[in-house]
């Protein structure tokens, strides 16, 4: 089994900064895709970014040039999300999320394409 657990939420106000991250434990190998995604209050859970084992990263647009995902080059069991010039809609949980395919680049950002789940960080961004 694999057990993701983020941590680094908060509420910070709009331009503000904060870093999430997420430790991967139980049988998570190196070559898993690991991504970072947010839902708000009444939406759906969206795809904010994603990295795989060659340290490729995909971002959604709205994040792009602001937001940073990494991960440690020991193990892979470590990820993280920088996240600067945070907006009022940025606000939502965000969740740790690990695929044992590595997706096609279409669906990196999709929550099917992802088998585990950590239980989410909350991020709240006030105007």
């Known amino acids: 089994q694999v057990q993701l657990v983020e941590s680094g939420g908060g509420s910070v106000q709009t331009g503000g900064s904060l870093r999430l991250s997420c430790a991967a434990s139980?049988?998570?190998?190196?070559?898993?895709?690991m991504g970072w995604f947010r839902q708000a209050p009444g939406k759906e859970r969206e795809g904010v970014a994603a990295?795989?084992?060659?340290?490729?990263?995909?971002y959604v647009d709205s994040v792009k040039g602001r937001f940073t995902i990494s991960r440690d080059h020991d193990d892979g069991n470590t990820l993280w999300l920088e996240m600067n010039n945070l907006k009022p809609e940025d606000t939502g949980i965000y969740y740790c999320?690990?695929?044992?395919?590595?997706?096609?680049?279409?669906?990196?950002?999709?929550?099917?394409?992802?088998?585990?789940w950590g239980q989410g960080t909350q991020v709240t961004v006030s105007s």
């Open positions: 999320a690990s695929a044992i395919r590595w997706p096609a680049a279409s669906q990196v950002l999709r929550a099917h394409s992802y088998n585990y």
């Open positions: 990295i795989n084992n060659f340290y490729c990263p995909y």
């Open positions: 139980g049988n998570h190998y190196y070559s898993y895709t």
